[in-house]
Structures are given as C-alpha cells and as structure tokens.
C-alpha cells in the first residue's frame, strides 16, 4: 500500500517562498513519475510538475516554470517543490501524486494520492 504525504503549506505573502514535501512509502518506487497538483476553489485539479523517480528528469506546467523546482531524496523517499516569488493565484490545495507508468501529466495517470497540503498567498 502506497502512502504519500504532504506537508509544508501555509500562508506566505505574495512574493515569498515556500517549500512543500512528500514522504512515500510502502514500495519501492524506480520507474515511477511523482509529482504535484493542485486545485484551488471552484477549479479543477491541475498538474504543477513532474519527476522521474529513477532519472531525475523534471517536467514543469507553465505556470510553474522558473518559479518552482521539484525534486527528490531516494534515500529518504521524499519528493519537494520549493516555490519561490509566490502569487496570489497559486493559492490552492497542493497534492502530491505518483505514477507506477511513469507518466505523469492527467489525473487519470494518477495511481495514488496524497491527502493534500494548503497553500495560501496573500496579496
């Protein structure tokens, strides 16, 4: 049984940074993308980035490029996403997600969840 959690979130003023974590556990994960939604309110889930688990190669939504960075400790089987220069609009629940194909960009790639870690920016 595979468990992802998050933490990190919180409130930050725009502008400011702030650095989410995922601890996964329960197998081994070579092969696997992890990676980051979000979902803010009255939208849809949305992806943020991607890792590969076994490379390290990272995929970012627009919106994050040049902002955020992903990244992993295989020795801790943790996955991160420090986000700098934080905007109002990337206020949203933030979840960390993993995927056994190693795609991982639509929810429907999405093998299992993390429970979700809030992120709020004030302007």
């Known amino acids: 049984q595979v468990q992802l959690v998050e933490s990190g979130g919180g409130l930050v003023q725009a502008g400011g940074s702030l650095r989410l974590s995922c601890a996964a556990s329960g197998r081994t994960f070579d092969g696997y993308a992890m990676g980051w939604f979000r979902q803010a309110p009255g939208k849809a889930r949305e992806f943020v980035a991607r890792?590969?688990?076994?490379?390290?190669?990272?995929y970012y939504e627009d919106s994050a490029k040049g902002r955020f960075t992903i990244s992993r400790d295989n020795a801790e089987n943790t996955v991160y996403l420090q986000m700098n220069s934080l905007k109002p609009q990337d206020t949203a629940v933030y979840y960390c997600?993993?995927?056994?194909?190693?795609?991982?960009?639509?929810?429907?790639?999405?093998?299992?969840w993390g429970q979700g870690t809030q992120v709020t920016v004030s302007s």
């Open positions: 890792i590969s688990w076994s490379t390290g190669s990272t």
């Open positions: 997600a993993a995927a056994a194909s190693g795609r991982l960009y639509y929810i429907f790639e999405v093998d299992w």
